[in-house]
């Protein structure tokens, strides 16, 4: 069965899977068959640990590469130029201030694939975005969908 899902992605993150999967062909995969070349090399495949090692890496290798292109493929990449300000999209640059705690956040949404917390990068899946996407900066919502409901206000979008 495929699956027709689209794969929401800003231009970073499609240039980013484009340079991942470039890599994954060019030096990666080369290296991997060095591997094997090497290990094949040393006689006996039945019991060539290295040789075994080597096919694994392989598979894990060819994987990731129709994982990456498969995502390529499905791509939709969000077109940051028909942004209009003030709205919250994927791709916004959004600051919310949590009226519990009264500090502020500032965050990117961005797809799924992308979302990486430590970046302040946070899916449009999350409880946050979804609760967010489609207001405007002086709006005021409750996210739900998360263990203790909190009220933010959104005080900027860019």
């Given at each position: 069965?495929?699956?027709?899902?689209?794969?929401?992605?800003?231009?970073?993150?499609?240039?980013?899977?484009?340079?991942?999967?470039?890599?994954?062909?060019?030096?990666?995969?080369?290296?991997?068959?060095?591997?094997?070349?090497?290990?094949?090399?040393?006689?006996?495949l039945s019991e060539n640990a290295d040789y075994d090692a080597a096919r694994n890496r392989q598979a894990e290798v060819e994987a990731r590469i129709k994982e990456v292109e498969n995502m390529i493929s499905k791509a939709?990449?969000?077109?940051?130029?028909?942004?209009?300000v003030g709205d919250?999209?994927?791709?916004?640059?959004?600051?919310?201030?949590?009226?519990?705690?009264?500090?502020?956040?500032?965050?990117?949404?961005?797809?799924?694939?992308e979302a990486d917390p430590f970046k302040n990068m946070i899916s449009n899946e999350s409880p946050l975005a979804k609760s967010i996407l489609g207001l405007s900066i002086g709006d005021t919502v409750e996210v739900r969908e998360v263990r203790e409901p909190y009220k933010i206000t959104i005080k900027a979008v860019k």
């Open positions: 069965m495929i699956d027709k899902t689209e794969i929401i992605l800003t231009a970073e993150g499609l240039e980013d899977l484009k340079k991942e999967l470039d890599h994954l062909i060019n030096v990666t995969r080369k290296d991997v068959i060095k591997e094997l070349v090497e290990a094949r090399a040393q006689g006996d939709k990449v969000i077109d940051s130029s028909k942004k209009s919250v999209k994927i791709g916004s640059l959004v600051t919310v201030k949590n009226l519990k705690t009264n500090k502020e956040l500032e965050f990117k949404i961005v797809g799924a694939i």
